[in-house]
């Protein structure tokens, strides 16, 4: 069963939510009007909008473009949109969850902090420009079940001294 006419918006713990269904929500982007997330971001398993408890099932496009979040760790799967970490310059630390198949394009563009990132041994794909401007990043372990690396995946990352993958990985750009 699904909400019906527009989704709504709402706030929980300091973040926003969009709800997507009568049980499920994702996190969405910080609009100007709203105030924008600072230090370590958790994200709760449910999120309550109207005394209802919603499973959080993902993060929307640009959720956390331009805050000044300086850790991310997510200890659950949940789908990942576009952009979502694009240009949060104080982002150094990430951990992602076992499950996560993908990183879409551009998720952390331009985070020239992102020192460190653990991936998880579950992921397939790398998209396009995931990494690109990350230029802190000095090395990376990409799990041996990628398959498929956007070929900007690490433009711009000045630092970056090693990379290990395994040898199924093609490379791959979707710029035409």
């Known amino acids: 069963f699904a909400v019906t006419g527009r989704a709504q918006d709402f706030e929980y713990q300091g973040l926003w939510y969009r709800q997507l269904t009568d049980s499920t929500a994702e996190v969405t982007a910080q609009y100007y009007h709203q105030p924008t997330p600072e230090g370590d971001i958790v994200i709760p398993e449910y999120a309550e909008n109207e005394g209802r408890k919603l499973l959080v099932t993902g993060i929307g496009d640009n959720a956390f473009a331009y805050p ?3 850790s991310f760790t997510l200890d659950r799967l949940i789908d990942f949109g576009k952009y979502v970490f694009s240009n949060c310059r104080e982002l150094a630390h990430v951990t992602l969850p076992e499950g996560m198949k993908e990183l879409p394009d551009n998720t952390f563009n331009n985070c020239s902090k992102l020192a460190s990132i653990l991936l998880p041994s579950s992921l397939t794909k790398i998209s396009v ?3 690109a401007d990350c230029k802190a990043l000095k090395e990376i372990d990409i799990p041996e079940g990628v398959t498929a ?6 433009l711009g990352c000045s630092a970056l001294e090693r990379v290990t993958m395994g040898d ?5 750009d979707l710029y035409f």
Do not use: S
């Open 68 to 70: 000044t979040i300086p």
């Open 129 to 131: 420009a995931a990494f």
């Open 149 to 154: 690396l956007g070929g900007t995946a690490f």
């Open 168 to 172: 199924q990985v093609k490379v791959f």
